[in-house]
């Protein structure tokens, strides 16, 4: 009995070595990593995307700023396991990457669209140089080949209109981190603070927190250091707003 008493030690430590390492390249995993120092791999909840929910780093994207390197969803990086994404903030996330893509949808529509009329119009002015039709021929026929064009026209709009979709729920989705970043730290945030965890530069955090100022979201207040920290105020940051007007 006292020999299974010395071996029953030993699978809890195999265990917990297995937990330390990395579940990509199997090598030791400081305590408390959210990120694996050897292969780079991400790691903790706070890194799960919350479109095809798999635990795994963003991208930067010109447009959106991140998104998810795996499934190319809308995302805001958190860096702080305190900080949870409200449904307010994964609702406008999801509308994002839905309008964004509609807007590359509707701009290959556009282009191809575009480019059968070009084709059209090439086919029509080789027909009249050769067969000479008469003139009301020829124009009966040069407005059925600028059809396509119209058509065009109308599916780039439509890419447009969804690009000031992902403009404003991109927006109004930065307002909800905000907001999700104050809940966590005691209804307090600051620029230097929200733009460390979010990796976004720090002139846009306090753009984004002064404009929530403005709005009546957050109250702003000077520290002893002259440095501006902001209090979430009602609870809810009402993103709403930003969201209501988009649509």
């Not at 799960?48 to 990086?77: K, L, M, N, Q, S």
């Not at 027909?127 to 109308?154: D, Q, R, W």
């Not at 230097?192 to 984004?208: D, P």
């Amino acid at each position: 009995m006292s020999a299974e008493m010395n071996e029953s030690p030993q699978p809890k430590e195999a265990l917990a070595t297995a937990r330390a390492s990395c579940p990509a390249c199997a090598k030791p995993l400081p305590e408390g990593a959210d990120r694996c120092p050897n292969c780079g791999l991400a790691l903790g909840e706070h890194r799960r995307c919350v479109h095809c929910r798999a635990i795994v780093d963003v991208e930067t994207a010109p447009d959106v700023r991140f998104v998810c390197r795996i499934c190319g969803g809308v995302r805001i990086p958190l860096d702080d396991a305190a900080v949870k994404p409200s449904d307010v903030s994964v609702e406008l996330l999801r509308k994002a990457t839905v309008a964004r893509s509609a807007t590359t949808i509707w701009t290959i529509v556009a282009g191809v669209v575009a480019a059968f009329g070009a084709g059209s119009v090439l086919v029509l002015a080789l027909v009249i140089s050769v067969a000479h039709p008469a003139t009301s021929s020829a124009v009966m026929a040069g407005l059925a080949a600028s059809v396509p064009f119209f058509f065009a026209a109308l599916a780039y709009r439509k890419s447009r209109v969804h690009r000031g979709e992902i403009a404003r729920s991109v927006e109004a989705a930065w307002m909800a981190a905000v907001v999700d970043a104050a809940r966590a730290h005691g209804g307090e945030v600051d620029a230097t603070t929200f733009a460390r965890l979010t990796r976004t530069s720090e002139a846009y955090a306090e753009r984004l927190l002064a404009d929530m100022s403005s709005r009546g979201q957050l109250a702003s207040n000077v520290t002893s250091e002259g440095a501006h920290k902001y209090t979430l105020l009602g609870g809810t940051g009402a993103p709403a707003p930003a969201l209501a007007s988009g649509d």
